[in-house]
């Protein structure tokens, strides 16, 4: 990366202080006390950045179009004008968790952005497809239930309805959140996408261990998220008698036990982790009449993840038994372990390495919008070191040069796929 | 219970019809959809229902008193004038928990103002004492901590200023509460009590049981209360090694479930609960960072309660230590089992049988403001059944005849304290 120049380079050069001054401005809108993010998706700090981000991109001549749930698509026009021409896509989210780090997601924004922006200033000809920086609604799933819901509905996975319909903690329906906003658009998408390159940091520790500067990230971990519901009896935790309480708290108290023991059955090859609890009225002297438990399990080996389902399943209705209360376990997502385009991540390989960087290749635990668009169209990641590995927590870092080089890679694959795409 | 008369009975005879009228128009205000109520200490709600109390007393002539902390002292000025007077005081709490019932202390409240306005009415003469109704300040402790905070202070547990201090949820104190619903008064109660005694439902299912009308309340359980706070490391539920998690809600689970084994083991003679959780950030994809864990235990027995006390935080430390997790729990609650005043009991034995009621003597496991009061002068209550023992819950119900009977008894019992107290 060097300075902007006036002399078009031939290959794309990202604009480093370009890419910082951005990244900045962006994670700036939602900062929290300890530097970390409260940026939930559709929120009003969400929507702030949304336009920084707009304006970033039409200044310098991106045409952006939004859809109904609120993806944004800046495309550079590099070949042919119309919105049926093949388009390669990059891009991520911005919104965040609710005590989120600045790099989850924005990173990847903001990388496309000075990205694609490196490669409209290098002036490329004979292009055969266009390029298009998106920003995909509600990813972390944090405010709006499932996660990656706008890349979700561009691949096809989920109906336009069903997504605006889901609700927030407080019934705000993204379709309402959308509008206060002003993303819910009339626009669409990339009718032909021909490849989705992401750019991420890894929230995990391999890299950093490994000494590796970029992560091609060949495939994903298998997900599967439960919520379960415990109906147990409100009653009053003094006179009423242990053997007539019909406790959901309880209950929910066996299950987080269990649902760990899974994994440590596993040695740790099965991650599993109970993150969120709703609980009816907690209060410290009422017996708990429901809670909403949120459980996840992940593993790279689909077999053992649906026998862990199965042995969740199991546990629940143990656990409801234990406490003499009802529990009704519903799977909400169920994402196998899968690959990306092969040929999307030797093109990644190779341009990490003609840029000088050394590469590891890994699977990512956690989901992203490229997963969601494997259903669509090739698609690929490229990761960048996490520090310590540490990721949803405000401290989340990436070094500088860390995050230059990601985006030096990310500009070098686009390059070559608007020339000459895969499949 | 009759009705009105025109002419003033020998002896105090409780209005029925004034009773439902006034305990109906109290049990309006923050009535559930489900016909519970949702009245938490200091709400609007709670002052609504405070107004339409104290104007039903001041209509009636007694003299009204705000303290400080919100207690609200309605004098009817038997005997002399002055507030060093000794004084009788009855009464019981209007604040609810969040989905509580409709009879919880304002039952108690109401309760006191029919039967000490049936003595008015009675014109009683050659008075040895004054007689107040008292409705005391957050009585439950759902909104703000510790519960019976009001009736605490004037009993000289807590410093005025604690009390004032105390925060809800959204960080708004007591003393900011009370100034909004216009309860933070200049006034004090009556400075030489000479009894308590505090009508109230059972909250239990033995009065029911046992097919009494009237409980005899002897003495109160100990209780026992922590909050145990387990501080772990908020990281992405995804990348994150399963060894690396420092999951604060793994050692809530661990806790919930070693919390109930300590009443398993005796049987279920001690009881537990845990009935909140407070957990930070509370999203399903994020190890969790923090909770705060509200737990209680209660006995008969003060050596098996203070053994308990010490499992219980040995149970905290392996919990943690099972996490990888710093806990820190603190005893917030530390009220030992006791005894009422044990010729008010006989008085309250003798009224019931003299009005041809059967009574049952017990204890109550739950804590009242007559149990706080219990420091500065004899008290002792009167209970009357729960239909199936259900309490702090919204279908809390008792027949409007074991109302009556209750409000009767107190009346009677009142009637003679003024005329020739105890002690």
Sequence with gaps: MTADTRVPPARPDPDAAAFHAL???VAAIGRTERGGLNRLAASAEEGQARDVVCAWLAERGFALQIDPVGNVYARLGLAGAGSDSPCI???????SQPRGGRYDGAYGVVGACVAADAIRRARPAGCTHDLAVVIWTNEEGARFA??????????????????????????????EALQA????????????????????????????RQGA??????????????????????????????????????????????????????GGRLLSSVGR?????????????????????????NAMLEQACADFESAVQEAARA??????????TDRPAGRFDAALCDRIEQAATGLGLSTRRLHTVAGHDAVSLRR???????????????SHNEAEHTAPEDLEAGVEVLASVLWGLVHQPVA
Tied chains: 1, 2.
């Excluded at 996660?147 to 903690?169: E, R």
């Excluded at 993303?183 to 992401?198: I, N, R």
């Excluded at 997900?223 to 019909?246: C, D, L, N, S, W």
């Design 89 to 95: 896509l990059t891009g991520s989210h911005l919104d």
């Design 146 to 175: 499932p996660s990656m819901l706008g890349s979700g509905v561009y691949a096809g996975q989920y109906a336009t309805d069903y997504a605006l319909a889901s609700q927030d903690g407080q019934g705000l329906s993204l379709r």
């Design 181 to 208: 906003i002003g993303y819910h658009g009339s626009g669409q998408g990339p009718s032909s996408p021909a490849a989705c390159v992401e750019l991420h940091i890894e929230q995990g520790p391999e890299l950093e």
């Design 277 to 301: 609890l709703d609980v009816e009225p907690n209060s410290t002297n009422v017996v708990a009449e429901r809670v909403r438990l949120y459980a996840e399990m992940r593993a790279t080996d």
């Design 376 to 390: 669509r169209c090739p698609a690929a990641m490229v990761f960048v070191p996490s520090v310590k590995g540490i």
């Design 23 to 25: 990244f900045e401005s």
């Design 213 to 266: 500067r970029i992560g091609v990230v060949e495939g994903n971990w298998g997900t599967m998220k439960y919520i379960v519901t415990f109906q147990g009896v409100a009653a009053h935790t003094g006179p009423t008698p242990m053997a007539e309480r019909r406790d959901a708290l309880l209950a929910a108290g066996h299950l987080i036990v269990a649902c760990r023991s899974l994994s440590d059955r596993t």
């Design 323 to 332: 406490a003499g209360v009802q529990a009704q376990p519903v799977r909400v």
